[in-house]
T-cell receptor, first 109, second 118 residues
Framework: AQRVTQPEKLLSVFKGAPVELKCNYS??????LFWYVQYSRQRLQLLLR??SRESIKGFTADLNKGETSFHLKKPFAQEEDSAMYYC???????????FGKGTLLTVNP | GAGVSQSPSNKVTEKGKDVELRCDPI?????LYWYRQSLGQGLEFLIY????????KSGLPSDRFSAERTGESVSTLTIQRTQQEDSAVYLC????????????????FGPGTRLTVL
């Protein structure tokens, strides 16, 4: 069965510092990986997916199949990045998502 | 246009009572998903609808949980004889198309229903 692990429940950095939110997964096939974000009092929304290989709000994530990781990175954190971040895995396109337990990122001024 | 809506936003009930949670997906979205977000457990998949049928119910935690969808639109998640461990935020999501197609269809989430079982 697939599993997504986010080892850090809480992560606190200062504004302008680099940030990396870790995500590891286990899945025997070829998964699709996603990062979802939930800002305070807002609904869960897609941040980025590995297939698109794009940078959203300065965030990037590279799928490392050898290490089964999909860490989310941003070189210079901003206060508005403070939110709950969830890594998620899908068995294929448009299928149910398996989520990690989330990392609460706080960016301090 | 309007996003996914859910009602009620909050529900407090007594242990043993039945509850119904409603989800209105984005118009034209044929796929609908229910997830549960509970403390310490993160987000868990419950059930998936394609049209009005549910090809994947594997996440429903017990036979007290059921869901239906009518008219390829509204879905209702019913929890019978609620227990305290059912307390959670229940999230609904919808996407444009079914699994397996070549193009990706993003899942759009509703605001959730916070269920508290006393």
């Amino acid at each position: 069965a697939q599993r997504v692990t986010q080892p850090e429940k809480l992560l606190s950095v200062f504004k302008g510092a680099p940030v990396e939110l870790k995500c590891n997964y286990s899945y025997s096939g070829s998964p699709e990986l996603f990062w979802y974000v939930q800002y305070s009092r807002q609904r869960l929304q897609l941040l980025l997916r590995h297939i698109s290989r794009e940078s959203i709000k300065g965030f990037t994530a590279d799928l490392n199949k050898g290490e089964t990781s999909f860490h989310l990175k941003k070189p210079f954190a901003q206060e508005e990045d403070s939110a709950m971040y969830y890594c998620a895995l899908s068995e294929g396109s448009n299928y149910k998502l398996t989520f990690g337990k989330g990392t609460l990122l706080t960016v301090n001024p | 246009g309007a996003g996914v809506s859910q009602s009620p936003s909050n529900k407090v009930t007594e242990k043993g009572k039945d509850v119904e949670l409603r989800c209105d997906p984005i118009s034209g979205h044929t796929a609908l998903y229910w997830y549960r977000q509970s403390l310490g457990q993160g987000l868990e998949f419950l059930i998936y609808f394609q049209g009005n049928s549910a090809p994947d119910k594997s996440g429903l935690p017990s036979d007290r949980f059921s869901a239906e969808r009518t008219g390829e639109s509204v879905s209702t998640l019913t929890i019978q004889r609620t227990q305290q461990e059912d307390s959670a935020v229940y999230l609904c999501a919808s996407s444009l198309g079914p699994p397996g197609l070549g193009s990706y269809n993003e899942q759009f989430f509703g605001p959730g229903t916070r269920l508290t079982v006393l």
